[in-house]
């Protein structure tokens, strides 16, 4: 029954930086590790980073060391901030649990390009 609903996204110039939100219905998120996917075309879909519920963060290897993800589980909200963004990044990002176990939301938009 928990949906996700992604915002944030946009078009920036390489080296950019964006804040990804993302909006958990459902009074039991708090306890589910979370994570940020992303779909490039022609690509198949990625996890790019996970958040335990306390907190502890994960990164796949591109966005290590240039995304940070947090959690406010009083809010049900998931972050993903994006520094030092690469034409690579452009994608559609989405929100689920980790492992994935729900609908995937429609996802937000993030366009790298100069």
């Known amino acids: 029954q928990v949906h996700f609903v992604e915002s944030g996204g946009g078009l920036v110039q390489p080296g950019g930086s964006l804040r990804l939100s993302c909006a958990a219905s459902g009074r039991i998120f708090s306890i589910y590790t979370m994570g940020w996917y992303r779909q490039a075309p022609g690509k198949q879909r990625e996890l790019v980073a996970r958040i335990t519920n306390s907190g502890s963060p994960n990164y796949a290897d591109s966005g290590k060391r240039r995304f940070t993800i947090s959690r406010d589980n009083a809010k049900n909200m998931v972050y993903l901030q994006m520094n030092s963004l690469k034409p690579e990044d452009t994608a559609v990002y989405y929100c689920?649990?980790?492992?994935?176990?729900?609908?995937w939301g429609q996802g937000t938009q993030v366009t790298v390009s100069s």
């Open positions: 689920n649990f980790f492992p994935q176990s729900a609908a």
